[in-house]
Structures are given as C-alpha cells and as structure tokens.
C-alpha cells in the first residue's frame, strides 16, 4: 500500500508535465508561431528582398500537423505587386516523419500570384532582388557532403494542388518604353502521390491547367521523380500571333501579323544513363497566318488559311522523326523584286538585316563533342498544298510585270532520308492573266534526276510582254502558248544533262511597236512538232515548223528608216558573237539545231512607205510554200520553195537552195516576179526620174549567191511598155532628158530589158542591195540621155559603126552629095530608129567656109548648109522609110566640124516625142 503511495505522486507529476508540455505545444503553435510568422515573415521579406509585404492571418495546427496561411502580399521597391496568393494549407503526415520521410498529406494553394520580370541583362526580378539585399558572403556557407549529392531527400507529396493562379510575366530584355507582358491566368495544378524515391508499386499522376488570354494548355500524365521518368500527353489550344510573335520576334525576320497554333502529343520521357524521349499522335495546326516584311508594311506578304501536319512521331534515342502528312490551304504569298534587283523576301535574310540572336553561352566542348554514332532518320508521308495563290511583282523591268499563279495545288508523295529514292509529285496552276498549265512526274534529290510531265495551255503571253520589252521594242498584245511534252533532267554527272520531247503552240499571236499603231505581226497559229532538246551538249531538233496565216506589217519611216530597225535594244548590244557559231573552221558549235521543215500558209506582208510622198503601200499575200533541211550542221542542203502575189496582180516566186547556216556554205537563191504594176511603184520613179509613170509593167528574175558575207548576184529587170506622165518636183530626180533616155532602152515592142549585176560584202553597213541597184538603174538611164548614140550602138547592131560615128554625118568640101559609107550609116540608124518609135532625130546642116569654099557668098554657104540637111532627111525617110513626122530640121549652122581635111560633119541629135 505504502508503495503504490510512492508511485502515484510520480504518475502525477509525469502527467502534469506532460500536460503542461502539450500545452505548452499547443500554446506555441495554436498561438505563439502563427503570431511570430505573422510578424517575422513580412521583415524577412522587407530584408532579404526589400519588398513590403503583409499576411492576414497564420494558423496552424500542431496536432495535425497542418498550416494555414491567408491573405499574403508582397511589393517590390517600386510599389508593384509581386507576389501573393488568398490561402496556402499545408498538411504534414506524421507517420511518414516518424519513417524519415518528410511527407506532406497536402499542399493546397488558392489562388497564388506571382509577377516574373525578365530584365534588360536577362536576369529575373526575384534574383536581382535577392542579390541586392544579400551579398555575397554576406550569408553563412554551406558545404554539400558527398552524401548530401549522391541521393535527393525522402519527400512525398499526396496532394499538391494550385487552384486559380496567376503568373504576370513581363518582359523587360528588348529596351523598349514599354514592356511586353504575358497573363497566365487561371493556372491550375494537380499533383497526387509524388515520391523522391524509387517506387516500384506505384507513380504518381498530375494535370496541369493553364490559360494565356483565350489560349489554353493542358498537360497530364504519370510522373517519377526517381528514377526521372514520366507518361502523358500536352495539349496547347489557340496560342494566339500577339503571344507568338515577341518570343519569336529575335528568330523570325519578318512581322507576325496573324496565326493562332494549337498542338497536341502524347510523350514518354526517361532519365537514367540514356536519356529518352518518345512521343507519338502528334499534331500541329496553325490557323490564319499571315506574315509582313516588315512592320512598316501595310499588307502582309504571306497568309494561309490552314497549316496543319499530323501524325508527328519522334524517339530521341532511336534518332527518328516520322510526318504524317503536311498540309497547307489557302496560302496567298506576294514575292517581288525591286528596281536594284532584290527579292523582297530576301533582303531581311541579306547579312545587314540578320535577325537578332540571343545570347548564349558558348558550347566550349564542341570542338571536342563526340560524333553522332548514327544519322538521323526522317520521313514525311506527304506534303498537298491545295487553294492557293502566289503573286510576282517584278519592279526591275522598265514597265513593271505582274504575274499571278491562282488555284494552285501541289501534292509530294512520300520523302525520308533516304535521298535516292524518287518521290511523287503533281502541281497544278492556273494563271490569274489566263492559262492552266500542271507538272507531273517523280525527283530524286541523291543524286538529282527529275522527270515531269509538262502541260501547258491557253497561257496568255501579254502578261510576259514586260519581259519581251526589255530585251526588244517589243508589246506583245495578244497571243497563247500550248506545250505538251516530258522533261527530265539527271545531275549524275557534270555538266547536268536532260532533254525535253513534245510539241509546241503560239496562237493568235499579236506583237507591236510601243510608237506604232496597228500590229508589226500577226499569227493565226505557230506550231512546232515534234520538238527534240538536249540539254548538254545544247541540241534543238524541230520536226515541223508550221505558221498558218503570218501578217507583217512593215513601214519606212519619213527618216527612211524601217520600222523593224527599232526592235533590237536601244543600247546597240553587239549581237555578231554568237554562241552558236564554230570557234574555228570545222569546229562544231556551241549548239545545234536541225528543223526539217518549215510550212508557211497563206502569209501576207503590208509595206508602207512613208519617206514617199504620197506614201507608197504594197502587200504581199497568198505567200505559202515550204523550207526543207535548215541546220547549222554540216553537211546540210535546205530547199526553198515559196510564191506569193504582190498587190494582188504580181506573181511570185521565191525557190532554191539554202547551204549550212552560220558558215561560208553557198546558197543559191531566185527570185521572180511577173507582172508588177509600174503606176503602183510610180512615187519611187517619180522621185528619182522627176515623172509620174502612167502606164506599164516591170517582170523580175533575180539570182542571188551568198556565200558567207559575200553576195555575187544578177538582177535581169523587164520594163514593159513603161510611159511617163506630168512632171514631178522632185529634189532627188536626174538633171537628164528622162524621156530620151527610156526611148532609147526600149526596143520595137516597148519593152527595155536590163541586167543589172550586184556584188559586195553583206556584212559592211555601208553596202545595201537596193541602193545598188537604184544606183545602177539611174546612171544607166542618165547615160542613155546623155549619149543616146553611145546606149543605141550598144544595144543594137548598128554594122560596125561606133557610137561617135552614128552622131555625125560627112560631106565633101563644098558637096551636099552622100557617100556611100555616109549612106550606109544613115541605113544603120534607121534601123535603130526603127526599133525604138519614140526616137526622133533632129538634122542640123551645117558649114565650114574655110572648107567649103571661101568664094562663095554667104547666102551660098547657107542654101548648101540647109540642102545638106534636106539630103539626108529625104534618105532617111525616102530611103530607109523613116516616118517623116520623126525627122526634124533645125537652123543651119555655120560652123561645122571639119573631121578631116577635105570634110565637112554635120550634126544629128536623138530625142524623145
């Protein structure tokens, strides 16, 4: 009994001070903690951050081990929140305590903010606040055992949960006035059963919610801290341009100015000695993109309606990558080139516009890094491009060109890694100007080979004239290219070699001077079958050229140069070096071509000439006919065989034979015309004979031989029945009796037969064909005129007499008697005479006093000058039947011309009715 007295006193006291001892506890930590952390967290706050910070209220419960805090705001130095949340409950386990781990039945956070600045020198808010208030050396060290790192600390998490925060991000690296800021709101977070050690029974889950603006990202999965390894799956909804374009503004150099992207996956990862990565069923889509130049731009240059790719798979540890298919719609992309010759889209990649880079610290063990083991390994099961437009501005040319492809769809077959194999492809365009063309076929990028199958049709050339304008004084106004065929192209070996086989259309086409009104020429259709190219060695081969109802229209301008002289560039570009001439005699050249035939049907040509006045216009039209074997390949005999009408009257015949082009090969080539109209021409002989030609008609037979730049030709010319009519004033014509001289070229039946040859060097500017032969045609013409007897002793058999001797008759002193040869003379003269009926002949007497007899009076002398004249008129017209109303007297003279001594020579002069 006395014992147990003993005993319970003790008891007592031990259960009074553990009493006292649990109220104690109780006291501190239902009272005198939450007081202190209410008082102490806002100084540490204010030292160790220098933010101003106040907390509503702190409880905590020591018996179960939980804590709750309310209402915590903190401001920085500035004045501008930084940090809070409305509650945060912590609930430790203490069974997992008593086990050696720190175990937390729950974290719960309602409603945090957090406001993140990243500075100009790229340090956060937090840090440069922390290191400000905390100098180095001014905390104590801590020095981490080897144990401290080889494992993390036992911690366990059953709940870790965020509901409704906020993170304000604001950023401060670009330098501007004001900066950019980013509101992650709500952010919500669930975390269950997370352990720092390894687990094998179990893992804990997680899911992440967040919301920037209307953009929403969810992230959830299974997740192991040891070993580190982690399953789930993200998803990121309509992450919208404004957010996009500040964090991609460094890297990108052009201005966002749309788009919206959302993407999803489903990854594993795992740490350990290899890291791994997996993920699989990915898919991005990016919505209304649209992409400036530059800011200052007032359109963008690029949008889509559409970009997606789906089934995106990738294993970091296998180095592998796989697309499903990458599909674009809608896009619409503008490219241009400016007048120095830049492409808008180029010049922010040129090096004075590189995009921003950020810093970085640089990889010091690159040189050293260890080579990859094994290549990368990708594939995309298709790329379709389908709805869209690109337009091409081209600024650079001296008349801007503006192209557009519209409805064009592109589809690529299956492309890897694996570059020798060929992959699919089939593009489809239509031309906004007019026209459709498509491209099927397969490219192999390792080595290059490409075939295609080309088709183009109905594609409008006025678009390209800009182009056409740039290198000729050229307008296209009309016309449409058709082209069928295959292409195919290898790059195996160098130079690349390839060939094109098809055929070729222009229709309708139209071309004009931009100063001349009406058309230079026309075309119904230009037709080109088959059509062979090799690419290397450059060879053409054209089967058939065909062109169906060609019109030119040529014009001779008041300066008297050819309209057609104004087409090549204005600069005066040397054309004579030509690739496709031999380097040396044998030499084959730099490119070949063969065209077999070349079919004209029913071509005309209008000639105006305009340095006439009136001005002269002459066509040409039924000209069809065919040109055989053209090649600058020798050896190589093409034939020539045309006709035509001039002015609808004359025929026209152009035949012979052409030798290899671009050498010294002779060609023979005739000409022959019949019938042409010489009132028709009258303006070109008016202004070089001073008459208009009323009446006749001219047949030529050209022959011309061109060897190289040498012309050896012959022009015969027929006059038929030409008359001249009034007088012209002209400046140009002939100071000669016109008349005269056509009277004595023509023959008996009207008709003057000239042969007119030509020769020179074709490639001296200063030789022209036409002006050679006008040269010719009028001196021979002023001759005649000028020595009637000298062109009529030539042209006719006059029984040996020269052409002095017909001009003069000789009587003996003092005699008005004919001799005998004189006789003979008279008789050859109007032989000529009889041949030519436009010919007068004007009869002046004559004497010599001195020689005929200085005895006799004057009047004697006079009466023998005019007998001698009477004597040979009656011959002629009595004798040799020469119509008298063509023989005229003139007024005797009395200064004869004494030939020889003991004779006296009276005159006889030629002249036209």
């Known amino acids: 009994m006395a014992e147990s007295r003993k005993h319970t006193p003790l008891a007592r006291t031990l259960l009074i001070v553990l009493a006292v001892l649990v109220l104690l506890y109780a006291i501190v930590g239902f009272l005198i903690l939450p007081w202190w952390l209410e008082k102490n967290l806002p100084e540490q706050l204010s030292e160790r951050m220098g933010w101003q910070g106040e907390i509503s209220q702190v409880s905590i419960n020591p018996f179960a081990l939980s804590v709750e805090a309310l209402g915590l705001s903190a401001e920085d130095d500035s004045g501008e929140p930084v940090l809070g949340f409305d509650r945060l409950f912590v609930n430790l386990n203490l069974f997992q305590l008593v086990r050696g781990i720190v175990g937390f039945e729950a974290i719960q956070l309602q409603e945090p903010f957090i406001r993140l600045d990243l500075l100009e020198d790229y340090s956060v808010n937090f840090a440069r606040d922390w290191q400000t208030h905390n100098p180095v050396g ?165 949008s889509t309606g559409a970009f997606t790719v789906d089934r995106i798979t990738f294993d970091l540890a296998r180095r592998e990558a796989a697309i499903g298919e990458v599909s674009i719609t809608g896009l619409d992309m503008a490219l241009a080139r400016n007048e120095s010759g830049q492409i808008d889209w180029l010049v922010p990649l ?115 004239s800009p182009y056409v304008q740039q290198n000729a004084n050229l307008r296209v106004v009309n016309g449409t290219l058709g082209l069928d065929g295959n292409l195919d192209l290898d790059g195996q070996q160098d130079p690349l070699t390839g060939t094109f086989s098809g055929t070729a259309e222009i229709a309708d086409l139209a071309l004009r001077l931009p100063e001349q009104e009406g058309e230079l020429l026309t075309w119904k259709a230009l037709r080109l079958a088959p059509i062979e190219y090799n690419v290397s060695p450059a060879r053409l081969e054209i089967g058939t050229v065909t062109l169906t109802q060609p019109a030119v229209g040529l014009i001779r301008g008041a300066n008297n140069a050819l309209n057609v002289a104004s087409i090549g560039p204005q600069g005066g570009a040397k054309t004579g070096d030509s690739g496709a001439q031999p380097s040396a005699a044998g030499d084959t050249p730099g490119f070949i071509f063969r065209i077999g035939q070349l079919m004209l049907e029913e071509g005309s040509v209008a000639y105006t000439d305009r340095s006439l006045k009136p001005p002269v216009t002459t066509s040409l039209d039924r000209f069809s006919g065919s040109v055989t074997g053209l090649s600058n390949i020798k050896p190589q005999e093409g034939k020539v065989s045309l006709r035509g009408r001039i002015d609808k009257v004359a025929d026209l015949e152009f035949a012979g034979t052409i030798g290899t082009l671009g050498s010294d090969a002779t060609n023979d080539l005739q000409l022959t015309v019949d019938g042409l109209s010489l009132p028709q021409l009258s303006p070109y002989f008016s202004r070089r004979l001073g008459y208009h030609v009323d009446s006749g008609k001219m047949d030529l037979n050209l022959d011309y031989k061109i060897a190289g730049t040498r012309l050896d030709a012959n022009n015969h010319v027929v006059l038929d029945k030409i008359e001249l009519g009034q007088v012209v004033d002209s400046d140009e014509a002939v100071d000669a009796p016109v008349a005269l001289g056509l009277a004595v070229l023509k023959d008996g039946d009207g008709v003057i037969e000239l042969d007119l040859p030509v020769s020179g060097d074709l490639s001296d500017p200063s030789f022209s064909v036409r002006d050679v032969i006008r040269k010719t045609f009028v001196n021979l013409l002023v001759k005649a005129a000028a020595a009637p007897f000298t062109i009529l002793g030539s042209i006719v058999d006059l029984a040996g007499f020269t052409s002095e001797e017909l001009g003069v008759v000789n009587f003996g002193a003092g005699s008005a008697e004919l001799s005998k040869p004189e006789q003979e003379k008279l008789a050859a003269l109007a032989k000529g005479m009889a041949d030519r009926p436009e010919l007068i002949l004007n009869i002046r007497g004559a004497v010599a006093p001195d020689v005929d007899g200085s005895d006799l009076s004057p009047n004697a002398l006079s009466n023998l000058a005019s007998e001698r004249a009477q004597v040979v008129r009656n011959f002629l017209a009595e004798s040799q039947g020469v119509s008298p109303d063509r023989l005229y007297l003139l007024d005797a003279s009395s200064n004869a011309t004494v030939p020889d001594e003991g004779l006296v020579s009276i005159e006889l002069t030629l002249d036209a009715r």
Do not use: C
């Open 350 to 464: 040129s090096p004075g516009q590189a995009p921003r880079e950020t810093s970085g610290e640089p990889n010091a063990e690159s040189p050293s890094a260890e080579p990859v083991a094994s290549p990368f390994r990708w594939s995309v099961q298709g790329i379709a491009l389908a709805d869209s437009r690109i337009a091409w501005r081209d600024a650079m040319l001296d008349t801007p060109a503006e192209l557009a492809l519209e409805q064009l769809s592109l589809e690529v077959g299956n492309a890897s890694h694996r570059l020798d194999e060929p992959i699919g492809y089939q593009l489809r365009a239509t031309l906004a100007s007019g026209g459709q063309f498509s491209l099927d076929g397969q490219v192999t990028p390792q080595p290059f080979t490409f075939e295609g199958a080309v088709a183009v049709s109905g594609v409008a050339l006025e678009a390209v």
């Open 138 to 302: 001014s905390a104590p060290e801590q020095e981490a055992t080897d144990a401290d790192q080889a494992a993390p600390p036992r911690l366990y998490f059953g709940e870790l949960a965020i509901d409704g925060g906020e993170l304000l991000f604001r950023d401060f690296s670009r330098g501007t006035a004001q900066p950019a800021e980013f509101r992650i709101t709500p952010l919500d977070l669930n975390l269950l059963d997370l352990a720092t050690w390894r687990r094998d029974d179990s893992g804990s889950t997680y899911n992440v919610q967040a919301a920037l603006g209307d953009d929403t990202i969810e992230w959830q999965g299974d997740l192991s801290v040891v070993p580190l390894a982690s399953q789930g799956s993200i998803n990121v909804t309509g992450l919208g341009y404004d957010n996009l374009k500040h964090f991609l503004a460094p890297f990108l150099p052009y201005d966002f100015r749309g788009g919206e992207i959302s993407l999803s996956a489903d990854y594993d990862l795992a740490g350990g000695e290899v890291f791994q990565l997996t993920t699989r069923n990915g898919e991005v889509s990016l919505q209304g993109l649209a992409l400036a130049l530059s800011p200052d731009s007032e359109l963008a240059a690029l």
